[in-house]
C-alpha cells in the first residue's frame, strides 16, 4: 500500500482512534506500532496526525512505563522529522516529562547517529 492508499483509505478510520486516551493500552498499543505508521504515512502526515501520540505519551501525567515506550519511539522516527520541529515540539516535551538527563542524551545520540 503506497503512502497515497494509506492516508486515503486507512488513516480516516485510525483518526478517532488516535483521540482515545483510556484505556492506556491504546496508546501503548500504536506507539507499538509507530514504525509501520512512519512507513505508511508520509512526511506531513506523520507529524501533523501520528506525531501528537508520541506528544501525548511524554506528557507527565502518563505512568512512566507510557512516557518510557515513547522515549524508546524516538530513534526509529526521527528521520521524519525536520530540525525545526524536533526542537520546537519534541525536545521540549522530553525535557518537562523526563528529568533524567543522561537517558534522554542517550535516546537523542542514537537517533542522530
Known amino acids: 500500500m503506497t503512502p497515497k492508499e ?6 480516516p478510520s485510525l483518526k478517532p482512534i488516535f483521540l482515545v486516551r483510556e484505556p492506556m493500552q491504546n496508546l501503548l498499543t500504536l506507539l507499538e506500532k509507530i514504525e509501520l505508521l512512519h512507513q505508511k504515512a508520509g512526511g506531513q502526515v ?3 496526525d501520528i506525531m501528537p501520540l508520541v506528544y501525548c505519551a511524554l506528557e507527565p501525567k502518563n505512568p512512566p512505563s507510557v512516557q518510557e515506550k515513547a522515549l524508546k519511539t524516538v530513534p526509529a522516527i526521527m528521520e521524519a522529522l525536520d530540525y525545526t520541529t524536533v526542537k520546537a515540539s519534541l525536545f521540549p516535551r522530553i525535557s518537562v516529562s523526563h528529568s ?5 542524551c542517550t535516546v537523542i545520540s542514537y537517533g542522530l547517529s
Open 46 to 48: 506523520f507529524k501533523e
Open 6 to 11: 494509506f492516508e486515503e483509505r486507512v488513516l
Open 100 to 104: 533524567c538527563l543522561p537517558a534522554i
